[in-house]
């Protein structure tokens, strides 16, 4: 258990409240700012604003150590405080961190040392901006330390247990030190740095995991051409101990708001400073195109879509979560309607229809396949496993199953009746489509 320090946090979002409620659990006093009433109320009773496995129980179990709060100034008694606001891209595909200078503004005045910790991902340089606008306002009592986070959305509780790595960037190895101390009791490497390698490790991170799932979604596609199963050269490609396992998996592409955006950094500040990352472009590119195959695949069994019916299963951008930033499913979902079908969409826990204005959301997955042409995995929660069912068979008007996640057996589901499309997988040929029998006439008893 660490000695406990007092923990300030600007932002009551995920990345804020994964970190102060993870902090909390590790012994530590910790305030949470946010600007929106609407959401400190709901904290304040007890309500979470997002779906994150594990967090309730984290913030509940530590109800008296967390205060959520709109006051900066109640941040003035912290030793060390994070920024965990949102940096989203900007029209240029900058990232835009207006609500990081906004927290600086609202830094309250100490009488004590205290350190600043970037949480949220910033362009590299962003450490020297902010050091210059501390000296500039007189705040020669606040240090600066980048320590980028690397949770992902499902498992932000188990990521910040138990991290592969802590990276910690700093001016002054004596801050780096204070915000290592917070961490005591989680084990792991730590790497210890200047604040532009630090920012520029988080970018790398994320621009290098999103160039594995291109890479092996444009093996996909190869394999499709050439009838080799991309799942199985996944496997072998990563036992190699030099490529690893992770990150491997081919499928309807990468989302969420993180890859996008950083993937896009990155490339934009190697732009602005004069480099052009050609590997970056074509990993977008790739990604991009990866979610539209999915409309030619539903075109090889059924012809024009206009006028079919489409169940789009799966609207969150991965499993665990309901945030449906850059999700694929909202890109093929507004395919399917561009090109006229009818899409029914289910998801347990993502709520579209705000955004997916001429979809009808259905309440399970049974009552979105009724009467389908074609049923499209696009997030592989688990309930989909059991998709190649019996009831789905008859419940739809075609067997028609695109598994864009590569959830299913591709042999069981023919065997169960389906037409069956996966992704790098060799295919059913063409006008395979097993037709469905005539249902029996139902007698009244
Ligand atoms: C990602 C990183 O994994 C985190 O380390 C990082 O901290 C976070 O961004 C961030 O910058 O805040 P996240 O966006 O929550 O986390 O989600 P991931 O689990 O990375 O998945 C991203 C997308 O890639 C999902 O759409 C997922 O379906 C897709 N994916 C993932 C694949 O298509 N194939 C894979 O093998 C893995």
Redesign the pocket.
């Known amino acids: 258990m660490a000695d406990s320090r007092a923990v300030g946090i600007f932002g009551a979002g995920w ?1 804020g409240l994964v970190t102060g409620g993870c902090f909390a659990e590790l012994g530590h006093e910790v305030v949470v700012r946010d600007i929106v009433p609407e959401r400190i109320e709901a904290l304040r009773a007890g309500h979470l604003p997002f779906h994150e496995p594990d967090l309730p129980e984290v913030l509940e179990r530590n109800r008296g150590r967390i205060r959520y709060t709109l006051d900066a100034d109640e941040l003035g008694e912290a030793d060390v405080l994070f920024i965990c606001v949102q940096t989203p891209p900007t029209y240029s595909g900058d990232a835009d961190l207006s609500y990081v200078w906004n927290a600086l503004d609202e830094l309250p005045r100490a009488n004590r040392r205290q350190v600043l910790v970037m949480k949220s ?1 910033v362009p590299v340089g962003t450490g020297d901006t902010v050091r210059a606008a501390l000296e500039a306002r007189g705040l020669n009592n606040v240090g600066y330390v980048s320590n980028p ?6 498992t932000g509780v188990r ?1 910040f247990m138990n991290p592969d790595r802590l990276v910690l960037g700093a001016f002054a190895p004596e801050d780096a030190a204070v915000v290592e101390a917070l961490y005591s009791g989680i084990e792991a490497p730590v790497v210890r740095t200047d604040v532009a390698s630090a920012e520029m490790i ?1 970018l790398a ?2 621009a290098f ?2 160039t ?2 291109s890479f ?2 444009e093996i996909a596609n190869v394999c499709e051409l050439v009838g080799a199963d991309v799942e199985d050269v996944a496997k072998g490609v990563g036992l190699d101990h030099r490529l690893g396992p ?6 309807v ?7 996008g955006k ?1 993937v896009s950094a990155l490339k934009q500040l190697a732009g602005n400073s004069g480099y052009h990352f050609q590997l970056l472009a074509a990993v977008i590119e790739v990604n991009e195109l990866q979610k539209r195959r999915v409309i030619a695949k539903l075109e090889k069994h059924l012809g024009k879509l206009r006028g079919k019916t489409i169940a789009v299963l799966g609207l969150a ?2 499993p665990n ?1 309901d945030d449906l930033r850059d ?2 499913s909202l890109v093929i979902a507004s395919r399917l309607l561009a090109e006229g079908a009818s899409v029914r969409t289910w998801d347990p826990v993502a709520d579209a229809r705000d955004r997916l204005r001429g979809a009808l959301q259905c309440g399970s997955v049974l009552d979105a396949v009724a009467g389908a042409d074609a049923a499209v995995i696009v ?1 592989e929660w688990p309930e989909l496993r059991g998709l190649a069912s019996k009831e789905v068979r008859e419940a739809m008007a075609r067997p028609l199953i695109v598994d864009g ?1 590569n959830v299913l057996d591709p042999e069981e589901t023919r065997a169960a009746g389906f037409a069956y499309e996966g992704i790098g997988r060799g295919s059913s040929p063409f006008a395979s489509l097993p037709e469905t029998p005539e249902r029996e006439p139902k007698v009244p008893r």
């Open positions: 990345v991902t986070e690397f949770l992902a959305e499902g990521d988080k991170a994320n995991l999103s594995r799932i092996i979604n992770h990150f491997f998996r081919a499928g592409g990468w989302g969420g708001s993180c890859f950083d951008f991965k979560t999700a694929p997030t996640r």
